[in-house]
Each structure stands twice: as structure tokens, then as C-alpha cells.
């Protein structure tokens, strides 16, 4: 027997696989990771295929070494995705693999946590004996009580009452009362099941409805559909409901969320119903977590998978439905190689398995809405909140008015009273400030420069605390505040704008006694950060939280009545095409924090421009009409989904290299353009130069940006770029983006 082995190096010189034979004692099969001899190294591998005859001579063959798992790591399912997307991605196969798996299962940087465990090996009439035979040991007594219910314990739980307990129950196994051993142990994140969560909610109307268009589809395994309905429609209970169907017909599901931040609160709704059956994946996880969670997962243990973008590669068996919440999220798309867009992937993943695809939002993509539009997918609608409760009232405060009232404050008059009365009345507010920092930047009123990060081009941010420094959010850089101008000199060094640090410290000043929680990276980074600061909020520990964007979509409160954005301009003058409709987005989720209880909600946003399109649009919850006018805005501009739009990016910490490789990425792609007219026909724009960001983490940036007619043609001019970006340049990154998340 011969295995088809596609060695885990990631260079294009081994990008295909080579031949071991399989020693007679061992037993394999495709998907399997296997180590093999490759040149004076041993490497990890994974078995392709396997075969009886090879063209091959004898001695030029080696054995696979060893098995690393004695179970396929990669299901065939996934094995076949792995390989459609290193040929759309133009990538080796082994870096699509990867994907499979979690990244500490490479290189054996995690291992199976093995554990002491104590049993009882007798009952009844012996078990009294024993107790009398202990004489005055009271630990060696209460260790034997401990055990009398028959279980197994873990020696670090007994531990917890009895104070290093392992001598004494080895006295006891010698005695021949009890016995120990070492077995695997899962480590499992979430702790315990919350069972007020697992109440189970009458169906509304418009839910039994959603439910009995969906069902049959999924009875069938086939179906795609995209459900725009507004906060608080009740989506969750929605998917849910389509988890268990899943489960009774004896298939998985995997439930996709775009941020950490809604993991926690989603896992407990999903564990308090599933039980153990349910499994969670996301990067704030443990090695040892992730793995043995991954685990759970392979082996069947879990059948219901939680988690965020990674998590649409979880080896869920016999996959019956994939739930895509807040599907309008850029948190879908990975910005490293191979880069992926989630979405894409549980479309693809649906289509192989025979599964349901649900793509869930109350602001649905202007790409995904058109498509759905257009037919491709199923358009569901929940436009009436659980309860007929009414959607917020939202007031828009011209903050230009303010200054000309002499207000300086970051909280307009109307926000300041709605505060004071919403916590006098014991209810809870959100303010959103997406910013994050005390101030926003630090700037010179003699000659106008900010101070700006070394290595990137961004203004630094200053944040108090410890060393009160400035921080560059992109690659770390801290410094210490000026007292002179850098460039002119001047003593008229000043902090501008406001982050979230601010507004607490604001809050804190302005209302006594307020309790306030911020929920932002620098609060969050630790473990459980998200879960930790949530759970106060719930239990009223805080009655006011203040956040950036990560508190505006998908969190249930229903003690919260107000919610505030400070500064809603901050997104709309973004240098992209999308920053109209990631505005309304934000605006719109966050408004659907507030009133989702038994009392009305109210949201105050201050602004510069209330006469905005869009800020009126998302005053008025009006996702249609801001979609009709986006959707002809950009049918005008031909901007996507009418369009696609793609670039060669240039990194270099060479700036003048950087500047030689764009021109000779221009000089290659003109030659391809003339080489394939059909190439010409099809692009609309090629324009060279330095993005908005011109430097980021020490690398001067450039690109090569296209505007193409999507097609059958596209992709094949879009492989050819992406070949293109593959090819060495020395001193210099070089990636191919198709419809990237950002152009900045």
C-alpha cells in the first residue's frame, strides 16, 4: 500500500504530493496526519489518497514514519474544500489545510491533558468497614465518603476540600478501598450551564412562519436563505428551533457570530438548550481548549458548534445547517493568506454536505440584499419586533447647536438629562464611542501637525493610565507626549477628539454614583474579558456601559432603555465606497440595544450632519429605503455588486523598492492586458498609487487598484493577478485582494 502524502511545507516547490509506503502494521486512511521522512528531515504530513501500485521504483521510497492521530484529522468533505480553495485562492494545498485544523495540533504544541482519578471499588458492608479501619484519619474518611457515590472524581476537585489529598488515597488503593488512574480530561470553556437560559419561549407568528418556510428545505438539505429582520424580531430563537430539527434528523450545525464579544452570550443560549451537545470555537479559547473543544467536535461528542469565522471549518459529521448571524459583518473575511470570506466558505461547505445555509441580519449587506433580490437566495422577513414592542424613538442632536450654546461637553444637553434619568429610574444605558483611548489624536494649534506613529500612517492615540502614553492601534508604538511641537517647536502642544477612556472618565465626573463599565481591546484582551464585562452589566453590577462598535450589534439586554453614540460621523468620511452603508449598520444595530424589555427604548445621536441620508435612514430604522438609494448610488458610480474591485498591494520597508515593484507590476500587468484582450474589455479602471494608509507596521504601502466587470473572465484575469502576487520579490510583500474588506 502506497499513501499520497501532501507534505505541511508551504512553498510552491512542494505543492503537490509525494509517495510513502505504508508500513504492513500500519493502517491509514485519507485525511489521516502522518509523519514522513523528507530529505534529512522528518515532517508533518496528510494522507491524499492511498493506492496499491505506484509508477514509482522501490528505492526511492519511504515508509511513513509514524501516525499522528489514529483518526482522519480532516474529513473528506473537508479535504475536498481544502482543495477547491487553495485552486480559487491559487495557494498550495498544505496552506488550505491548515485551516482544518487548530494550529496547535501542528508541531505537537498540544497534547492530550491527562488527569488523576479516583474511583471506589467497594459499597455497602465493605465501605463501612473501611470507614472503621481509618481510625482517626478524618481525610482518609471523608476521601472514602467523598467517593461513596460511585463516580469518578478528579484529584484536583477532591483537592478542593481536602488539602493535598494524593498520599491518602494512595494509602487507600493500597488497602485496596479504592483505585487510581490517569485519563484523558477535556478541557471545556464556558463553565457552568446557566439554566435561566434555557427557558423555552412561545413562538410569535412571525417566527412559526420563518420556521415553516425554512423547515422543508432543510428536510430536503438544500436551501438558501438570507432573514432580514429588525433587533429584537427574535432571530435567535429562530435559529434555535432550527438547530433542534437539525439534531432530531441526526445532523450537526454550526452557528457563526462575527465577534468574540457575542460568543458568551450565544454559547449560553445554545448550551442552556443543547447541554453538553454544544461546542465553542474562537481565538480568545486556550490552545489546550481549542484543541480538546476541535475534539469534541471530530468526535461526535458535540454536534452543535458556536464560534466565529474559523469555526465554518468546524468537522462537523453529517452537516445539516449553517446559521451566518449578523452575516453584513467584514469580520466574515480573513485578511491573511489563504484569504477567505466565511460566508463564501458556508455557502460552499452547504452545497458539498447537502446542507441549509441561513444568513442572518437587521442591516444585510447592500451585496447580499441585491443578490437576494435578484433570486439567488430566499428572502425572509421578520419586520415586527417579539411582543409588538415598538422600535426605539431616535433623536438626532446637532452638535453644531450645542457648541453655539456654549455646551463643550462630549454629551449633548438632551443625552446628559436622558442619562441622569434613565439611571435615577434604575434602567441601564449603552453610549457608543468608536474610538478607543482618552483622546483621539495630539496636534500643534501653532502649525496643525499631529503627532503620528513612526511606523504607520496614523495619528497616535493618547491613553491615560500608567504612563499616560501615546499608542499606535496598528502596530503597538507607545510614546511619551511631546511638550514641544516636533516639527515647529511650539509649547502649543493639545489632546483633540475623544475615545471611550474619555467618556468614562466624563460619566464618572459628570454623574455621581454612576457605575460604568467600558468594553473595548484594552479592557477585553484578557481571558473571559468579553464575558466578564457583559456579565456585569447583567446583573446590574454597572448601569452604564460604554463601548466601540463591539457593543453594537446582537447583545440582549432588557434592563437597557437608553443607548447614546457620541460622535456619528466618525465612520461616514471613511476613504471607501462602503462607508455610507457601515454607518447605517452600525448606527441602526446599535439603536436595537435599546427597548428590547417590557419599557420603550430611546436613542440620542449626536452628530455634525443631522441632514445625512443616512443618519435620517437609520433614524428611522428604514433599511429599504437606505438600501434603494445605495444600491442606485452605486449603480451610477459602478461600484460592486454591480462591479468587483480588486488590487495588487505592495508592503516594503524599502520605500523606493516598494515604489520599483508597483511599476513593475504595472509594466506586467499592461502586457497581460495586451496579451488578453479579452482581459481589457473587462477592466474599467487600473489606477496606481499609496492607499490612505501609505504606512503601516514600518512598510511603505502601494497599489494597484481595478475596477472589473464580475464574470466568468474576471476570475481568470483575478488568477493571474493572484499568480502574479506569488512571485518572488525580493524586500517586498505583494498580496492579491479580490473585493478586499477595506481599501484604506
Known sequence: MYANVIVDIIHENVAHTFTYSVPPDMELSPGQRVLVPFGHQTKEGYVID??????????????????????????????????????????????????????????????VKLQTVARLCISGADLEEALLRQGRSQRRRLLLLMLSDGDKHLVSDLALDVRQPLADLRKLEEEGYISLSREEFLRQPGGKIDSRRAFVPDLTSLQQEILEQVLPSLSRGEGKYLLHGVTGSGKTEVFIRLVQETLKQGRGAVILVPEIALTPQMVDWFRARFGECSAVLHSRLSAGERFDEWRRIRRGDAKVVIGARSAVFAPVEKLGLIVIDEEHETSYLSDRHPRYDARDVALSRCSREHATLVMASATPSVTSFYRAKKGEYTLLDMPERVGNRPLPQVQLVDMRKELEAGNRSIFSRALSAAIRQTVRQGEQVMLLMNHRGYYSFVSCRACGTTVKCPNCDVSLTYHVGGQNLLHCHYCGHTEAVPTLCPECGSQKIRHFGAGTQQVEAELNRSFPGVRVARMDTDTTSGKEGHAKILESFRDGTCNVLVGTQMIAKGLDFPKVTLVGVIAADMTLHFPDYRARERTFQLLTQVSGRAGRGDKPGEVIIQTYRPEEPVLLASARQDYRGFFEEEIERRRIALY???????????????????????????????????????????????HEEQPTMTMLRGKTRYQLLFKLIAGDVTELFSRDLSDMSREPYPGADVYFEYNPSTMM
Open 640 to 686: 460592486p455588486p454591480f462591479t468587483a474591485m480588486a488590487r495588487l498591494l505592495v508592503e516594503s520597508q524599502d520605500a523606493s523598492l516598494a515604489v520599483k515593484v508597483i511599476e513593475v507590476l504595472h509594466q506586467k500587468v499592461d502586457q497581460l492586458l495586451h496579451t488578453h484582450p479579452e482581459y481589457r474589455e473587462i477592466c474599467l479602471l487600473m
Open 50 to 111: 492511498l493506492s496499491q501500485e505506484t509508477d514509482l521504483s522501490e528505492e526511492k521510497i519511504k515508509p511513513v514514519k509514524d501516525v499522528l492521530e489514529d483518526y482522519p484529522a480532516v474529513l473528506p468533505s473537508l479535504m475536498e474544500l481544502a482543495k477547491s480553495m487553495a485552486q480559487s485562492s491559487h495557494c498550495p494545498l498544505a496552506e488550505t489545510l491548515r485551516l482544518m485544523i487548530p494550529s496547535e495540533m501542528r508541531g505537537g504544541r498540544v497534547h
